[in-house]
């Protein structure tokens, strides 16, 4: 059974950083897209990076563009999500999610929640100004 764990949440001041790992268990990181999103109290979840299975392909919500670098790396089962620069708006839960395709996948669809299939169970993130 596909697992991911998350981790490297916690509280910060405005313009600080934090690097939030994602630990993939039962399968091989080798066949599965992954996805970084986050989800704040009152708000739907929101898509924030998106990172392809084996070819870099990347991308992410505008929000972040700049501040926000999404890597991977399939030989530790291991997903990152270095975030700089972070705003008061940053603040929520964030989770990483992965779904596998036998089709290529552009940056697009990666961003689209409902193509995820595996979820891990969050990690805070809490910036203040």
């Known amino acids: 059974q596909l697992r991911l764990v998350e981790s490297g949440g916690g509280s910060v001041l405005s313009g600080e950083s934090l690097r939030l790992s994602c630990v993939l268990s039962?399968?091989?990181?080798?066949?599965?897209?992954i996805g970084w999103f986050r989800q704040a109290p009152g708000k739907e979840r929101e898509a924030v990076a998106y990172?392809?299975?084996?070819?870099?392909?990347?991308n992410y919500v505008n929000s972040v563009k700049g501040r926000f670098t999404v890597s991977r790396d399939n030989a530790r089962s291991t997903a990152y999500l270095q975030m700089n620069a972070l705003k008061p708006e940053d603040t929520a839960v964030y989770y990483c999610?992965?779904?596998?395709?036998?089709?290529?996948?552009?940056?697009?669809?990666?961003?689209?929640?409902?193509?995820?299939?595996?979820w891990g169970q969050g990690t805070q993130v809490t910036v203040s100004s």
């Open positions: 990172a392809s299975n084996n070819n870099g392909v990347t």
């Open positions: 999610a992965a779904f596998s395709s036998p089709f290529p996948v552009d940056r697009k669809t990666g961003l689209m929640r409902e193509k995820y299939d595996y």
């Open positions: 039962g399968y091989s990181m080798d066949y599965y897209h």
